[in-house]
């Protein structure tokens, strides 16, 4: 029997193939007393159980493939830290010693302890972070039960081309898919800014989310089409649906080879404007592919991974040396260094940095916040940036403004080192260009008032929808909200980019609405000239930019603008996605 399924599009591209259904049962933990003569043994049985566990996520991390953004491995490297935290070993243990039970019993009421305290808490995204301590404490489980790893979790070549059905898939089962060569997946639960989702894109597996009780409908070894441009799930297709599908995803595989062709070509539109387009990256290695798509630039060089997992803040000759091997990498191209941008779901190692517990993290100390509170961790990059201007195009670039005496700030210490530097005839470049992120509601409405102060503005639209909206995009019950096309964020963006046309300085986009080729005509009609963007999306978004009329898609986007019914909001954006020209 025919059937289709409508969930959400997280991931584009056409899968076929059999069904391996992801079933993670329930743990049966029971609970035993122990002689005073067991204890001991038992505490280093748990000890070993959180070692191996740590050993499989480091296993998982080193096979992270180079692209893969930031926080898909700073997710992993929060597992690890859990790991490592008194709650998972010490109390454990404690519990162990004190009650004299087994290991399993003591993890359990560790886990119980702590699920508690979070589902107390109001704030929605702390809330899922019991998530978190869920992922972890099953991984200790199934070490302390010695039960058998899932089938994804270990090599196994039949898993090659078929597509994965789960209630849920964390980051890391994803990668350790994406190295089974899995065709596809599909999820019950989560939407398209979780991690797993970017990370999805980042790799190019097709994948459709949202899909509730997937698994009741969908059988195991059952062939299905996934179509993670539409967010459809077909099953039972007969041999015309599959040859149309099959046409399709050729036609994929055939427009994305023939995207080389425009790797040295400009990035020009039909009406000849020039357009930027520069790369998102995180590691050393993705800098490789910034050459091999023709970028004009790093228009974002993340730089968190400096501070995760570690026991002291990196110094400025660590920044230095780092900035220094990238800026020879890049060969001439600007390179836009953002300072760091911690806190919320990026923390550093608790016991180095100082920032309090927070009820909403979002909300709290974190990006330039938290370096303005932190000189140990904030000069010593800001020097290192400075000074490796002398070597290259740098542009310095501040996240999450909200107010523009936090500019003033960070000039007045800009200043005052370069005051230092020359006096001690340290080479720096001394127009080197200084930025900031457009993600907060109340800095984009004043975007003018920044834009006096800064040589270039950024919108970052993965916290400035989030904020604009007030919903938590990694909570699944509101994620609907999350919208690009929301009226109000699409103003705060058109406001942004006319401040700085107004006064005279770049804008750019470097979130993930700026990769999403479905957008790429809407924001070119509403006045953005530069978009910063994963590798693995820079040459279909220059596809599109370089088949469009601007002048065409400005009328269209006027009255997206203006328009907030949601049918005709739907018809403009299809009359852009089916070409301005």
């Known amino acids: 029997m025919s059937f289709s399924l409508h969930g959400v599009a997280i991931s584009r591209g056409i899968a076929i193939g059999r069904v391996h259904i992801v079933e993670r049962n329930q743990l ?22 959180v070692a191996l566990a740590k050993h499989h996520l480091r296993e998982i991390r080193a096979h992270i493939p180079p692209g893969t953004p930031a926080e898909i491995v700073a997710f992993i490297d929060t597992h690890m830290l859990m790991l490592d935290d008194a709650a998972f070993n010490d109390e454990p243990a404690r519990i162990v010693r004190d009650n004299r039970v087994n290991a399993e019993w003591a993890v359990k009421l560790q886990r119980d302890s702590l699920i508690a305290v979070f589902e107390e808490m109001e704030d929605p995204y702390l809330r899922t972070r019991k998530d978190d301590v869920d992922h972890v404490v099953d991984r200790i489980f199934r070490n302390l039960l010695r039960h058998p790893p899932l089938r994804h979790e270990l090599p196994d070549q039949k898993l090659k081309g078929m597509i994965i059905i789960a209630r849920d898939l964390a980051p890391t089962d994803l990668v350790l898919l994406q190295h089974h060569g899995v065709a596809g997946f599909v999820t019950e639960f989560g939407g398209p800014t979780s991690h797993t ?15 509730h009780h997937a698994r009741r409908y969908i059988q195991e070894e059952e062939i299905i089409i996934v179509d993670g441009d539409d967010g459809v799930v077909l099953g039972g297709a007969d041999e015309r649906v599959l040859a149309q599908y099959r046409s399709r995803q050729a036609e994929r595989v055939s427009y994305v080879e023939s995207l080389q062709v425009l790797r040295d070509a400009p990035t020009v539109t039909l009406d000849g404007r020039v357009i930027h387009l520069h790369a998102n990256v995180e590691l050393a290695e993705d800098f490789k592919s910034v050459r091999e798509v023709g970028a004009d ?4 060089y993340r ?57 909403n993290p979002a909300l709290g100390l974190r990006a330039i916040r938290l370096c303005l509170r932190e000189p140990s961790l904030f000069w010593p990059q800001l020097r290192a940036i400075i000074r ?8 310095m670039m501040i996240p999450m403004l909200s107010s523009v005496d936090e500019v ?35 800095a984009a409405i004043c975007a003018d008032v920044f ?8 919108i970052g639209t993965n916290d400035l929808i989030q904020y604009a909206v007030a919903i938590d995009r990694v909570n699944n019950e509101v994620s609907y909200l999350y919208d690009p096309l929301n009226p109000g964020v699409l103003r705060l963006v058109a406001t942004t980019i006319g401040a700085g046309r107004s006064a005279g300085i770049p804008v750019a986009m470097c979130g993930e609405m700026a990769g999403d080729v479905r957008y790429t005509r809407l924001l070119l009609g509403l006045g953005l000239t530069e978009f910063s963007v994963h590798p693995a999306a820079l040459l279909e978004i220059k596809h599109i930019v370089t088949h469009t009329d601007v002048r065409h898609a400005e009328a269209l986007a006027q009255e997206f603008l203006s328009d907030s019914r949601l049918e005709r909001r739907r018809e403009l954006l299809q009359a852009l996605e089916n070409g301005a020209h």
């Open 388 to 395: 490796v201007s002398a070597f290259g195009p740098v542009r």
């Open 451 to 458: 834009a006096r102060h800064l040589d270039f503005l950024s």
């Open 303 to 359: 730089t968190e991974f400096l501070f995760l997992n570690r026991a002291t803040y990196p110094d400025e000759d660590e920044h230095f040396n780092t900035y220094r091997q990238m800026i020879d990498a890049l060969g001439g191209l600007p390179f836009t260094i953002r300072t760091a941008d911690l806190g919320a779901d990026k923390m550093p190692d608790t016991g180095v940095a100082n920032i309090p517990f927070a009820a």
């Open 197 to 211: 989702a970017i990370l999805a894109r980042s790799l190019g597996i097709p994948g459709v989310a949202g899909l």
């Open 28 to 49: 049966d933990i029971a609970e035993y007393h122990l002689d005073a003569s067991e204890v001991d043994a038992e505490v280093e049985r748990l000890h070993a159980a």
């Open 408 to 442: 003033h700030q960070v000039l007045d210490i800009v200043g005052t080192i370069r005051n230092e530097f020359t006096r001690r005839g340290i080479a720096f470049d001394p127009a080197m260009p200084i930025g900031g992120m457009i993600e907060v509601p109340a």
């Open 297 to 300: 630039g790093v228009g974002l």
